[in-house]
Nanobody
């Protein structure tokens, strides 16, 4: 499994931004694709996750109602649409994949990680 995240950038507070993660190798078994983020000096935290090819989505409380995770199976891509961005959302965002049937919020369940994309929200 390989993951390639892209689409980060510098935006103003209140703006929207969509980041993408192209996944390859999700051929056999069931997977969950997740987004995590890590801000400077802080721990890696769960943001959102979606079951690959099955129904199921989960969000961290801090982004619920603002962020939307979606998947385009034909394009092998997972998206994270981030709306009403806040300076506290500034972080490196990583996509990750877990060979699992349920969504987990703990990073140790995710065996595959992309390289991360920087999102900076200025006030």
């Amino acid at each position: 499994v390989q993951l390639q995240a892209s689409g980060g950038g510098v935006v103003q507070a209140g703006d929207s931004l969509r980041i993408s993660c192209v996944a390859s190798g999700l051929t056999y078994g069931r997977y969950v694709l997740g987004w995590f983020r890590q801000a400077p000096g802080k721990e890696n935290e769960f943001v959102a996750a979606i079951k690959w090819k099955y129904r199921g989505i989960n969000y961290a409380d801090s982004v619920k109602g603002r962020f939307v995770v979606s998947a385009d199976i034909d394009r092998n891509t997972v998206y994270l649409e981030m709306n009403r961005l806040e300076p506290e959302d500034t972080a490196v965002y990583y996509c990750a994949a877990a060979n699992a049937v349920e969504i987990f919020k703990l990073r140790q369940y995710y065996a595959y990680w992309g390289q991360g994309t920087q999102v900076t929200v200025s006030s």
